[in-house]
């Protein structure tokens, strides 16, 4: 087995640090207060190709492997988990859907802007549609309709927990055009946000992610032309399998990313931080928590990068990215918690950084799949 990284990836690996700590450190603790869209880094993420790393350069995408985008991931959420969700989302769901099941005409006129990030100079990103009120983890109980109307389709419906749901302009939606198919009845459509009928409710007040804008879309008799159906007829269930087993990675190296961001904070502070007369790295209990997160975010970061070279070799990940996404955001949200501990009081303050870390980790063990429904799939693949 070879561990080395290549030269580029080195280099991409740098070019992602030196950014999250040039861009997105500096304001990330009053974006996150605030609520407010990192916009600007986004835009910047755009302008270095980070927004459709693995689309093909035919497609405007700077053609990069998976184990590169897991390298990026976790620089960038090391120091800003709202601007890496972005990132995720727009690479994983939407640009990598649409190169894998969308038609050449589909791709030439949603792909090539979305992974370039920008169009006419302004920002250019996706959102994927799938949960609802009715219809989390259990997705084939889909309640928004596409209703056949010959040369279009009608939608109606509601969709929860958008990641990206304002600032998108284009969305990947799952809807049922036949209940009486289950799971065959579905399909996927791509919607521009412009279109008549769309609505997006007010923004999500959440514990972590803060400044991700995660809203609520609904759809009120939303004209979508026939040639917006990606894939065959019935073919979106499928779709939406497929392309969250891939989107799984990318989460998990988000959730990777809290937990080395939240070790390195604590490594440098027990450095620091004196008691009884000595640092507090030189005390047993803070070696040995130190010793743990270490292990445990090395592990993560192995998994991470089995699935994404998996995925790179076309070999079935769906097992390799599930153990890693479970295990990558319980690793998070345990190293977090012990970051807090081992700052103590100022660990509870905002300015220290990993109370902040502390509340994003825990969505990466619910979104793109619980980790309840991680360990469904892990169980079905070694049950067989």
């Not at 008799?221 to 026939?226: A, G, H, I, N, S």
Request: proline share 2%.
């Amino acid at each position: 087995m070879q561990f080395e990284l290549s030269e580029e990836q080195i280099m991409i690996q740098k070019a992602a640090r030196d950014f999250a700590k040039n861009e997105c450190l500096p304001g990330v603790i009053d974006r996150d207060e605030k609520q407010r869209f990192p916009r600007e880094q986004v835009m910047k993420l755009a302008e270095l190709g980070f927004m459709g790393m693995m689309v093909d350069p035919a497609y405007g995408g700077s053609g990069m492997d998976t184990m590169s985008y897991v390298l990026a991931m976790e620089e960038i959420s090391k120091v800003d988990a709202s601007t890496s969700v972005c990132m995720s989302v727009n690479n994983s769901l939407v640009c990598w859907g649409l190169e894998k099941f969308a038609n050449e005409e589909q791709k030439q006129k949603y792909l090539t802007p979305l992974a370039q990030g920008i169009k006419n100079g302004e920002l250019y990103v996706g959102a994927f549609l799938l949960s609802e009120p009715e219809a989390g983890s259990d997705a084939t109980s889909q309640q928004t309709k596409a209703e056949d109307m010959g040369d279009h389709y009608l939608i109606n419906g509601t969709k929860n927990w958008i990641t990206n749901g304002s600032s998108a302009s284009v969305y990947l939606v799952i809807a049922q055009t036949d209940v009486s198919k289950g799971s065959h009845g579905i399909n996927a459509f791509i919607v521009e946000k412009s279109s008549t009928g769309v609505t997006v409710a007010a923004k999500e007040n959440k514990l972590g992610i803060r400044g991700s804008d995660t809203h609520t879309i609904m759809f009120t008799d939303v004209k979508v032309p026939k040639e917006n159906r990606i894939g065959e007829d019935g073919s979106g269930f499928k779709f939406a399998m497929k392309t969250l087993a891939g989107g799984r990675i990318g989460i998990a190296s988000q959730a990777l990313g809290i937990a080395s961001g939240a070790y390195e904070l604590a490594l440098a502070y027990s450095k620091q931080r004196k008691a009884f007369g000595k640092e507090i790295m030189h005390h047993q209990a803070i070696q040995f928590k130190l010793a743990d997160m270490a292990t445990r975010i090395e592990a993560a970061r192995l998994l991470c990068l089995k699935a994404a070279w998996e995925k790179d070799n076309g070999i079935d990940y769906t097992l390799s990215s599930s153990m890693a996404k479970v295990f990558a955001s319980e690793t998070a949200m345990w190293t977090t918690t012990e970051a807090v501990q081992i700052h103590g009081g100022y660990g509870f303050v905002k300015e220290y950084h990993v109370e902040r870390l502390m509340r994003d980790a825990k969505i990466t063990q619910i979104y793109e799949g619980t980790s309840e429904v991680q360990r469904i799939v892990i169980s079905r693949s070694i049950l067989k």
